[in-house]
């Protein structure tokens, strides 16, 4: 009997209470930078795509969404000829980011994907390259790597020692 | 002329009246529940979300009208019309006002227990010809229940009636000059309040529709504007108890200062409300919970009420 009119005081307190509701079109939600949301395709501190085409992101994803076909540049460097994302089978994951051996794709705050045509959500490289480097600015994976490219001899990488004789027998 | 076109318009006015109240009270409650509970409930369509009764109605009306093969087709179709009727009906005896009423019955209370009872058999004809068991199990339940309180809703009008001596609902308002019938009538009030929760069927007492054990009870196989029809007689239900509860309780359109109709609305917008706070605050009860508190408490508090009320009047009320 008494639990009853304790209940209805209490409920109608609430009546004064803030709303927990955050209006959402008008106040923003705080997104945390490592959010997964719409993925990226980035590129190096000098402009280049980082993606190097080596299918782990396709092969990592859980639901087959990413699809890419690997070409070269004449330099030796390797590119995806065409990137696509389905985005109506992505499941935000971040399965691919972590894939990634060189920070090319990164997923990003930003969840306002919504469209009419379900077509409208396969997302082609030019949509999905920016034009910085995301995450990890200063991050190149030619100069950190032991590939060989134009304009870049053996041993001239960021941390690389000279190549080794390997008919030398010195140590 | 003027004796004919005058109550025309009044009928068609408080028409008017109650269905715009039914409609709006959808966007009221939804509302009411959203500030209790912490949210903000419909506010995007028109201001405050008023619109979105609008949206709700072209909505409703634009669904498919289904009558399921397997049902009793003719009773099918009328039970739903039967709660709109018999909700209105009550409404013809309500004194708005000092003046403003449709007819001045002089058996005004007994009229609307009568046409309260009939609204049984709404839930009890859906349930039948819809054909289907969870209609069925909650139209049991429903006649169970509301008959069940009905018994005690009566008695507990009794007191009132001894205190003005009238059946007469005018009457009954204008007796309580002195002191609102709320006051030694409390147990009367209480009872009433409960009955009247459970006669319109609303959380807590909702076993007959109780969506998460019988679907939706009652109406499970109405749709469009059958369904609607449901829907806008339980509101109207809430907003005739609230009618009731003011002017058998709390003194009709007594007040000072405002016009009596303002006082009406007033105190029936906040017995509303409080049907409402008391969807948003507590749990439904177990079947037989229900049955035992209305045979086992309520009956005999009503009881005991009116042999006391009656005693009081004897003793100390000459009579005139």
Known sequence: MWSIVGALWKVFLHAFRKRRTVLYPEVRPHLPARWRGRIILSRDPSGKERCVACYLCAAACPVDCIALQAAQEPSGRRYPEFFRINFSRC???????????TYAIQLTPDFEMGEWKR???????????ISGPGKYQEYDF???????????????????????????LLP | MREVVLPLILVAAVLVAALATAAGL???????LGLWQDRYGPNRVGPFGLAQVLADMIKILFKEDWIPPFSDKPVFVVAPAVVIVTVLMSFAVVPFSRHVMVVDL???????????????YSVALAGWSSG????????????????SYEVFMGLSLMGVVMLAGSYNLSAIVTAQRRVWFVIPQFFGFLAFLIAGVAETRRLPLDLPEAESELVAGY????????????????????????????????GGWRGPALPGIVWFCLKTGLFICFFILMRAALPRPRYDQLMTFAWKVMLPVTLLNLLATAAIVLAFIPRG
């Open chain 1, 91 to 101: 499941i935000f994951c971040g399965f691919c980011e972590e894939a990634c051996p």
């Open chain 1, 119 to 129: 077509h409208d959500l396969v997302y082609e490289k030019e949509d999905l390259l």
């Open chain 1, 142 to 168: 030619y100069r950190v790597s032991g590939a060989l490219i134009e304009g870049k001899a053996a041993g001239e990488g960021f941390d690389d020692e000279p190549p080794v004789d390997i008919r030398r």
């Open chain 2, 26 to 32: 959808i966007w009221l409650e939804r509302r009411l």
């Open chain 2, 106 to 120: 002089n058996v005004g209370l007994l009229f609307f227990l009568a046409f309260s009872s009939l609204g049984v």
């Open chain 2, 132 to 147: 289907n068991k969870y209609a069925l199990l909650g139209s049991l339940r429903g006649v169970a229940q509301m008959l």
């Open chain 2, 219 to 250: 109406h499970t196989e109405y749709s469009s504007l059958k369904f609607g029809m449901f829907f806008v007689g339980e509101y109207m239900g809430v907003t005739l108890i609230s009618a009731f509860i003011t002017l058998l309780f709390f």
